[in-house]
Antibody
Framework: EVQLVESGEGLVQPGSSMKLSCVAS????????MNWIRQAPKKGLEWIAL????????YYADSVKGRFTISRDNSKNTLYLEMNSLRSEDTAMYYC?????????WGQGTLVTVSS | DIRMTQSPASLSASLGETVNIECLAS??????LAWYQQKPGKSPQLLIY???SLQNGVPSRFSGSGSGTQYSLKINSLQSEDVATYFC?????????FGAGTKLELK
């Protein structure tokens, strides 16, 4: 059974930093591009970052470029999202999702709240 | 960025009815389109990829079609478990974008 389990949920102040993790199992993690997708409360889905299976390429949405960094450790089947200079508009449920193109695998999400 | 305009924003239909949801891309996306279903409090689930390919395990009452800039998701014989929000997503370039969603309710 495919599982993606995010962690790092919490409440942080504007301007601070936070790191999310996503541990994968049930599929060959090292063969898949991986993504972070977020969903603000009662809003739609926003793709924010993609990393290739071998970390050779990374892409970011304009809304997070220069503030967020996606990375992975294939030896640990783990995806990361380092988030800096957090803003109130970054408040959202953050999902990790597997696939380059379409997203066949999704985690359950982890909630990040940015508020003073 | 490629903008995805999804319609309608909400939809009310009866059990057994056929439902259509549309997605219009701001430029040709060459069938690089997926559809997702998201039930309240749950993660999205992939229904369709490459505009018309059914993901494994998805009921055959779901189908996708379209080309160029216009795409649609069709649900035949609506079931109660189909109540959800549906999103389209383009992957023609690496700045992936989603439609705003269509909330489907039972009449």
């Amino acid at each position: 059974e495919v599982q993606l389990v995010e962690s790092g949920e919490g409440l942080v102040q504007p301007g601070s930093s936070m790191k999310l993790s996503c541990v994968a199992s049930g599929f060959t993690f090292s063969n898949y591009g991986m993504n972070w997708i977020r969903q603000a409360p009662k809003k739609g889905l926003e793709w924010i970052a993609l990393i290739y299976y071998d970390s050779s390429s990374k892409y970011y949405a304009d809304s997070v470029k220069g503030r967020f960094t996606i990375s992975r450790d294939n030896s640990k089947n783990t995806l990361y999202l380092e988030m800096n200079s957090l803003r109130s508009e970054d408040t959202a449920m953050y999902y990790c999702a597997g696939g380059t193109g379409w997203f066949a695998y999704w985690g359950q999400g982890t909630l990040v709240t940015v508020s003073s | 960025d490629i903008r995805m305009t999804q319609s309608p924003a909400s939809l009310s239909a009866s059990l057994g009815e056929t439902v259509n949801i549309e997605c219009l891309a701001s430029e040709d996306i060459y069938s690089d389109l997926a559809w997702y279903q998201q039930k309240p409090g749950k993660s999205p689930q992939l229904l369709i990829y490459n505009a018309n390919s059914l993901q494994n395990g998805v009921p055959s009452r779901f189908s996708g079609s379209g080309s160029g800039t216009q795409y649609s998701l069709k649900i035949n014989s609506l079931q109660s478990e189909d109540v959800a929000t549906y999103f389209c997503q383009q992957y023609n370039n690496y700045l992936y974008t989603f439609g705003a969603g269509t909330k489907l309710e039972l009449k």
